[in-house]
């Protein structure tokens, strides 16, 4: 099961230049790195579960993101931005995708374990800089 975090933003103009559209493209790609980034920061550190003899570091209590026992989580992410649009529109896509089988268990919980949710924390922390990166002036673009 997949589980991605993402922003998706849209310019909408009479006509769109190559020169914006190319600079919404560039922010996209930014914004992926900062998804990227803090997925690393979320995923990372100490945890408060119970700490078991079989596995190298403590294992995190319900509510808390998950922790790094093997650091696939933390490892396996496809980073991608897509542009689409016309000349009217142009619409950026910047995701991060878990390609570890696990993280939908552990993003949802299952029938046995408690959700231990981390793509709400990641897009939480990350938007205020997402947010200054898409709001930040496009300049000659305009």
Request: a neutral charge.
């Amino acid at each position: 099961m997949a589980i991605s975090a993402g922003m998706k933003f849209a310019q909408y103009a009479e006509k769109i230049s190559d020169g914006m559209r190319d600079e919404l493209y560039r922010r996209g790609v930014q914004i992926t790195q900062v998804l990227r980034k803090t997925e690393l920061e979320v995923l990372a550190g100490a945890r408060n579960g119970i700490k078991y003899k079989s596995l190298p570091n403590r294992s995190s209590a319900p509510g808390e993101a998950p922790a790094a026992q093997s650091g696939k989580l933390r490892q396996e992410w496809d980073d991608i931005t897509e542009r689409q649009g016309n000349g009217h529109t142009s619409i950026v896509t910047s995701r991060i995708t878990s390609t570890t089988p696990y993280a939908g268990y552990l993003e949802e919980g299952t029938e046995r374990m408690a959700a231990r949710s981390f793509v709400d924390k990641i897009i939480e922390k990350a938007e205020p800089e997402i947010l200054e990166i898409a709001r930040a002036p496009y300049g000659p673009y305009l």
